[in-house]
């Protein structure tokens, strides 16, 4: 897959079949649209191209970063996440395009002049029933629909009850992440919810008690982090080796109070440094609720019986 980020270096391409969106999570829903994306592009021969759009649009049109409303802004990818995913569903050209305050003051006949016509070029154009483009979200299917002669390309909408029969949204999985329902974000997702960290440094606790961790520190401050607890995981390590996991996200309460909140992974087959180094957790199953332990000799009992169970989850008991 191409990915231009300067709509001005975006090439002449020829039929080209075209669809936009947010796509955060590029869960099932989005999915149908891609596949759809993808069956129009080899039907007519042209390539199938994402228009995408980052930063995400409250972080420039909404209030100041420190306001408690944009502090709540979570996402279920970062960019990198969104690009892979887009790439694994067969996308030959994505647009990232900026999003800035005077794009967001595009009417919607500027939209479509600049964007899908001037840019991208569209000759199919292939979007989801509740598309909305332009200043104040004016455009919609309707104005599409009466004036694609005039603009030379062909709108094929994806209907309410294909896009929405499998029950999915980006806000339904973002509700059970904070949850802790990693099987229900599962399976809107189509794939396990993956979670990216830097190994900093930690109080290497967890060594002294025959379960050493790696402290993890996410760099994207808009990337979601599940609910407090405890989960079986998939650890992929900057190597690109995978290996089975035991997580931690919470505040620690059988060591002391008022702690800060961590994330804390215990790779069950692996032994060596981590530090300094980026590691990627797939989400696969809620364990337990973070809990307070009487002494450490409770908590490391309880974790005997966590690691079996994260043995379990994973299929490796």
């Known amino acids: 897959m191409v990915v231009v980020t300067d709509p001005a270096e975006f090439p002449l391409l020829a039929n080209a079949v075209v669809t936009s969106g947010t796509f955060d999570g590029v869960h099932r829903g989005h999915q149908r649209i891609l596949a759809r994306l993808r069956q129009v592009a080899d039907a007519v021969g042209g390539p199938a191209v994402v228009i995408t759009y980052w930063p995400h649009p409250r972080l420039v049109l909404g209030p100041p970063p420190s306001h408690p409303e944009l502090l709540e802004l979570q996402l279920l990818n970062t960019l990198e996440e969104r690009v892979a995913r887009l790439a694994a569903a067969g996308v030959d050209y994505l647009l990232v395009m900026p999003f800035t305050r005077e794009f967001a003051g595009w009417t919607s006949e500027e939209y479509i002049q600049k964007l899908l016509l001037a840019t991208v070029h569209t000759k199919h154009l292939v979007i989801g029933y509740d598309h909305r483009f332009g200043k104040n979200r004016e455009g919609g299917l309707d104005y599409l629909h009466q004036h694609a002669d005039r603009y030379g390309f062909t709108v094929e909408e994806i209907p309410r009850q294909d ?25 809107y997702l189509g794939y396990e919810y993956p979670l990216t960290g830097l190994v900093v440094s930690g109080q290497q606790l967890g060594r002294t008690i025959g379960y050493p961790t790696a402290n993890l520190q996410v760099p994207d401050m808009l990337k979601l982090v599940p609910a407090i607890g405890i989960y079986a995981v998939w650890v992929t390590t900057a190597a690109g080796t995978r290996h089975p996991g035991m997580l931690a996200i919470g505040v620690r309460p059988t060591i002391g109070a008022g702690l800060a909140q961590t994330i804390e992974v215990n790779l069950l087959d692996f032994a060596g440094d981590l530090y300094g180094q980026l590691l990627t957790l797939e989400f696969v199953a809620w364990l337990r609720g973070e809990e307070k332990y009487d002494g450490l000799a409770a908590l490391t009992a309880q974790l005997a019986l966590d690691a079996d169970a994260t043995r379990a989850a994973l299929g490796q008991g």
């Open 163 to 187: 896009v929405d029969a499998v029950g999915v949204s980006s806000t339904r999985i973002r509700a059970a992440l904070r949850q802790g329902d990693v099987a229900t974000a599962t399976r």
